[in-house]
């Protein structure tokens, strides 16, 4: 009966609570970091052992029990499934997860599927089990918590990407500053992608962390029934954790990619240096400090036209190396900055007033509060467009908005958006964009883009305001210095002229005949405690 009992509380297991399980069987055992690549790496062995077990009985049910058709790796990449020596499989891990030597064989197994995969050359790690610490018996919990996660038992529509995302994000939240730039909270990053629409093309991210923008990219083809294989995503990152992480998110979902031959600073060597590209979105490290030294890239081909972006801070280093990847005819930009970047000065003022004069910035997005799991600023999101004239896409015509830049604030949605708690014991909370938030920006920016799009002022939320030249307002960028603070455009209501004022002074009058008389009564009551002891107050 008790093992009955048993079986049925498994059964009853949400998802969430078997993942939560996965991390209990490692706590105490490693750093954050091991702990993470310890989880994610099995994960990513599972699901490629479920794919390969699968392609498997297709092929036994198509060509017999023979080794030379369930041996040969070419019938398994033929439909993007990883071939799996024996000692790589699930199957095997899950056979001898009981061994004194289970460290050694998870990373035997790691190695052997790089090698017979050379698209997973350097996406696993090696050598980690053997270093992690943990007991048998804690890695035989965590194997024995990893099984559980099947198609079968949980039918989740992408079982692989929830499961990688509730990773990504939950160890994101115990990171540091640093290591948390490894994520990219994914409301975020859908924002990016249905605003700069990437239907087909070259996908670029130059500081790809672990690939949530290129992910994103391929789901916004599939939400809008596209073709996956018309996208092809070109990124690079400079720590090494991190790019491994990435080629293992890519390659468990089958996305192709090119990540470069090496985790390195994209500004110090540039892997993909004469590639132009179509979309760029991407998430750099917010005011990065010394990223080059101060006699370093002085005459880098990519600042040409500009003044040298300052070594104190990369954020327009950022923006000038994006803008050099764009294609000059079509390209368009979504990323990430911290607020600051809006009206810094000195060499940064002046790199970001002939931006705007070479008409490159399309919309400024400043984002809610509390966003982000390693910093609660507020971020803002920047649309660059190599091409703002008039045009079509996706079956749209799009109105010339040369010289004309979009500005929206939603930091005043903060009230009504949706708070996701992602420390129970602290109960502290972050910002989620729901689905529907993230249709109205899209909204706001389409109308605003297209002919007949019935775009409209709206105070507190959006501004279209221009660059230069003759203003029916007389508002422009250029008589605010070329500032690119929503603030300074969008019109704030002041809601103290909404105060009907003959009741609010009723109401305070009335108030303050209470209050003086309490005080009275006070008084009064006061003097008679005084006369009592014999201590009379005149």
Same mark, same amino acid.
């Given at each position: 009966?008790?093992?009955?009992?048993?079986?049925?509380?498994?059964?009853?297991?949400?998802?969430?609570?078997?993942?939560?399980?996965?991390?209990?069987?490692?706590?105490?055992?490693?750093?954050?970091?091991?702990?993470?690549?310890?989880? *994610?790496?099995? #994960?990513?062995?599972? %699901?490629?052992?479920?794919?390969?077990?699968?392609?498997? $009985? =297709?092929?036994? @049910?198509? &060509?017999?029990?023979?080794?030379?058709?369930?041996?040969?790796?070419?019938?398994?990449?033929?439909?993007?499934?990883?071939?799996?020596?024996?000692?790589?499989?699930?199957?095997?891990?899950?056979?001898?997860?009981?061994?004194?030597?289970?460290?050694?064989?998870?990373?035997?197994?790691?190695?052997?599927?790089?090698?017979?995969?050379?698209?997973?050359?350097?996406?696993?790690?090696?050598?980690?089990?053997?270093?992690?610490?943990?007991?048998?018996?804690?890695?035989?919990?965590?194997?024995?918590?990893?099984?559980?996660?099947?198609?079968?038992?949980?039918?989740?529509?992408?079982? *692989?990407?929830? #499961?990688?995302?509730? %990773?990504?994000?939950?160890?994101?939240?115990?990171?540091? $500053? =640093?290591?948390? @730039?490894? &994520?990219?909270?994914?409301?975020?990053?859908?924002?990016?992608?249905?605003?700069?629409?990437?239907?087909?093309?070259?996908?670029?991210?130059?500081?790809?962390?672990?690939?949530?923008?290129?992910?994103?990219?391929?789901?916004?083809?599939?939400?809008?029934?596209?073709?996956?294989?018309?996208?092809?995503?070109?990124?690079?990152?400079?720590?090494?954790?991190?790019?491994?992480?990435?080629?293992?998110?890519?390659?468990?979902?089958?996305?192709?990619?090119?990540?470069?031959?090496?985790?390195?600073?994209?500004?110090?060597?540039?892997?993909?240096?004469?590639?132009?590209?179509?979309? *760029?979105?991407?998430?750099?490290?917010?005011?990065?400090?010394?990223?080059?030294?101060?006699?370093?890239?002085?005459?880098?081909?990519?600042?040409?036209?500009?003044?040298?972006?300052?070594?104190?801070?990369?954020?327009?280093?950022?923006?000038?190396?994006?803008?050099?990847?764009?294609?000059?005819?079509?390209?368009?930009?979504?990323?990430?900055?911290?607020?600051?970047?809006?009206?810094?000065?000195?060499?940064?003022?002046?790199?970001?007033?002939?931006?705007?004069?070479?008409?490159?910035?399309?919309?400024?997005?400043?984002?809610?509060?509390?966003?982000?799991?390693?910093?609660?600023?507020?971020?803002?999101?920047?649309?660059?467009?190599?091409?703002?004239?008039?045009?079509?896409?996706?079956?749209?015509?799009?109105?010339?908005?040369?010289?004309?830049?979009?500005?929206?604030?939603?930091?005043?949605?903060?009230?009504?958006?949706?708070?996701?708690?992602?420390?129970?014991?602290?109960?502290?909370?972050?910002?989620?964009?729901?689905?529907?938030?993230?249709?109205?920006?899209?909204?706001?920016?389409?109308?605003?883009?297209?002919?007949?799009?019935?775009?409209?002022?709206?105070?507190?939320?959006?501004?279209?305001?221009?660059?230069?030249?003759?203003?029916?307002?007389?508002?422009?960028?250029?008589?605010?210095?070329?500032?690119?603070?929503?603030?300074?455009?969008?019109?704030?209501?002041?809601?103290?002229?909404?105060?009907?004022?003959?009741?609010?002074?009723?109401?305070?009058?009335?108030?303050?005949?209470?209050?003086?008389?309490?005080?009275?009564?006070?008084?009064?009551?006061?003097?008679?405690?005084?006369?009592?002891?014999?201590?009379?107050?005149?």
């Amino acid at each position: 009966m008790a093992r009955k009992s048993t079986k049925k509380q498994e059964v009853e297991l949400t998802l969430e609570q078997v993942l939560w399980n996965c991390r209990v069987a490692l706590r105490g055992v490693g750093s954050m970091e091991k702990n993470r690549d310890a989880i *994610i790496s099995l #994960v990513f062995l599972k %699901f490629a052992g479920d794919k390969f077990d699968n392609r498997r $009985k =297709e092929l036994v @049910e198509q &060509y017999g029990n023979i080794p030379a058709f369930l041996e040969k790796p070419s019938f398994y990449n033929a439909v993007n499934v990883f071939y799996l020596p024996e000692p790589a499989r699930w199957t095997y891990l899950v056979d001898h997860a009981g061994d004194n030597a289970i460290a050694t064989i998870i990373d035997n197994a790691m190695s052997e599927a790089e090698k017979a995969n050379s698209s997973l050359r350097g996406a696993l790690p090696l050598g980690l089990f053997a270093t992690l610490g943990a007991t048998k018996s804690s890695i035989k919990s965590l194997i024995d918590e990893i099984a559980k996660i099947s198609e079968k038992r949980f039918h989740e529509e992408d079982l *692989i990407g929830r #499961v990688y995302e509730y %990773f990504l994000q939950t160890f994101a939240v115990g990171s540091s $500053k =640093e290591d948390g @730039e490894f &994520y990219t909270p994914a409301c975020v990053v859908q924002l990016i992608a249905e605003l700069i629409e990437p239907y087909e093309g070259v996908v670029y991210d130059p500081c790809c962390g672990s690939g949530g923008m290129f992910v994103q990219s391929h789901k916004f083809v599939e939400r809008h029934h596209g073709n996956g294989s018309a996208i092809s995503v070109v990124g690079q990152e400079s720590n090494p954790d991190t790019w491994r992480l990435c080629k293992m998110n890519l390659a468990i979902r089958g996305i192709s990619n090119n990540l470069g031959e090496e985790a390195v600073s994209t500004f110090k060597k540039d892997q993909h240096r004469d590639k132009k590209v179509d979309y *760029i979105m991407a998430n750099p490290p917010f005011n990065l400090k010394n990223w080059r030294g101060d006699d370093e890239l002085l005459n880098d081909p990519r600042w040409k036209g500009y003044p040298v972006p300052p070594a104190s801070n990369a954020n327009y280093a950022w923006i000038l190396h994006m803008l050099s990847k764009l294609d000059v005819n079509h390209g368009i930009a979504g990323f990430l900055l911290a607020n600051g970047a809006l009206n810094a000065d000195g060499d940064e003022g002046a790199i970001r007033q002939k931006i705007l004069e070479n008409d490159k910035v399309e919309a400024i997005i400043v984002l809610p509060r509390d966003m982000f799991y390693t910093t609660d600023i507020s971020v803002t999101l920047w649309i660059l467009n190599m091409n703002k004239g008039a045009g079509e896409k996706a079956g749209r015509k799009l109105r010339d908005r040369r010289g004309e830049v979009l500005f929206v604030d939603l930091r005043t949605w903060d009230e009504n958006i949706e708070k996701y708690t992602y420390d129970k014991n602290k109960n502290k909370k972050k910002t989620v964009l729901t689905s529907e938030q993230i249709a109205r920006v899209k909204d706001i920016f389409e109308s605003w883009r297209c002919v007949d799009g019935g775009y409209e002022d709206v105070p507190e939320l959006c501004k279209s305001v221009r660059i230069k030249g003759n203003d029916p307002d007389g508002l422009t960028i250029e008589s605010h210095g070329f500032a690119l603070t929503p603030s300074k455009y969008i019109e704030f209501v002041d809601h103290d002229l909404d105060i009907d004022y003959e009741k609010e002074m009723g109401r305070i009058q009335s108030e303050m005949k209470e209050l003086l008389a309490t005080e009275k009564k006070s008084q009064a009551m006061l003097k008679a405690a005084f006369e009592g002891i014999g201590y009379g107050i005149a």
